[in-house]
């Protein structure tokens, strides 16, 4: 790891993430040693750059990486190191929506959906940023995210991701809301049209209460509620959602303990600068192990090495 990673940390207090800016940034410098490590295949010091800069200081090192060599330097990457390596270095060097725009995608890909993922950046971006991401899904892939969304899914958990994506902050009443859902609790009919209106028009705080209040009248968690009154995607979108808004590091850290490599970077380079340090600190009250330990006993090689970088210490 680069030392003078941690002298970044004088100008960066308060942040939650691991990846902070880097303090003695000159991109014409970096690119220039990017081009030599590229063209030896040196995946030590293309960790160690790559791993060290912020998103916005990989933006700037890609650009300047361009003017100097007249070439890509995702292409650059990609010709150069191949496996998880390469998917974890190129997604560094995406913009923020254009990664989750990726993830969106991988999602979707292929003969099976991974609805958890699209639960899980649904509920953990805000509409803003959602779009943002459908913005940059549209100028990357050519298509319309919304339309990609219902083509994948289908009945009410088609409904719960739509609105999920245009999701809206209505000003309400925790006791008066948790009321409303009470009254779908004790209904005959397992209607899923409450809960998807409620947990999609109020902000995550304000669903936390109402969660809270709900657990105490019924006398049970909400993930019991689901797993007796739903089924299928639907049950499983309720569940994650109603775990984001409950805990969400606690959630994301549940995540990583049982996951394949791509979901776990894909996480890891989402929050890398933004709560990481939340998710550790989640994860090893969760599994009594730190996530760098659990790493390293999972993965191997330049792999490992990029991601304890992105981790970025033991707890």
Same mark, same amino acid.
């Given at each position: 790891?680069?030392?003078?990673? %941690? ?25 220039? #040693? ?43 990457? !990609? !010709?150069?190191? /191949? ?14 929506? *254009?990664?989750?725009?990726?993830? %969106? ?40 995210? *919304? ?52 947990? /999609? ?25 689901? *797993? ?27 995540? $990583? ?16 600068? *933004? ?19 659990? $790493?390293?006993?999972? %993965? ?13 210490? #033991?707890?």
């Amino acid at each position: 790891m680069d030392p003078e990673y %941690f002298k970044s940390w004088n100008m960066s207090w308060g942040t939650l993430g691991t990846v902070r800016p880097f303090p003695n940034f000159h991109p014409e410098r970096d690119a220039v #040693e990017l081009q030599a490590a590229l063209e030896k295949k040196d995946t030590v010091t293309l960790v160690r750059i790559l791993t060290n800069r912020s998103n916005a200081q990989r933006q700037v090192l890609a650009k300047t990486f361009e003017d100097i060599t007249q070439k890509d330097l995702e292409g650059a990457v !990609k !010709k150069a190191v /191949t496996g998880d390596l390469a998917a974890l270095l190129l997604s560094l060097l995406m913009p923020p929506q *254009e990664h989750d725009a990726y993830r %969106f995608q991988q999602a979707m890909a292929g003969l099976g959906t991974d609805e958890e993922t699209l639960i899980e950046i649904l509920s953990m971006r805000s509409r803003k940023q959602l779009d943002d991401i459908s913005a940059a899904y549209t100028f990357l892939y050519k298509k319309d995210l *919304e339309k990609e969304l219902r083509g994948e899914t289908s009945g009410d958990f088609a409904k719960l991701v739509v609105a999920l994506l245009h999701k809206e902050c209505v000003t309400g009443s925790v006791q008066r809301d948790m009321e409303t859902l009470l009254i779908a609790v004790n209904s005959k009919k397992a209607d899923g049209k409450p809960w998807i209106d409620m947990l /999609t028009s109020r902000d995550p705080e304000h669903l936390k209460k109402v969660l809270a209040e709900l657990e105490v009248e019924c006398g049970q968690n909400v993930d019991h509620i689901f *797993e007796k009154r739903f089924s299928g995607d639907f049950r499983l979108g309720l569940k994650v959602l109603a775990q984001c808004i409950q805990s969400p590091y606690a959630y994301l850290a549940k995540r $990583l303990t049982n996951t394949k490599s791509s979901v776990l970077q894909g996480i890891m380079v989402s929050h890398s600068e *933004e709560d990481l340090l939340c998710i550790r600190v989640a994860y090893l009250k969760l599994t009594g192990a730190s996530l760098y330990t659990s $790493l390293q006993k999972q %993965f191997k090689g330049d792999h490992l090495q990029a991601l304890l970088a992105v981790c970025r210490s #033991e707890d």
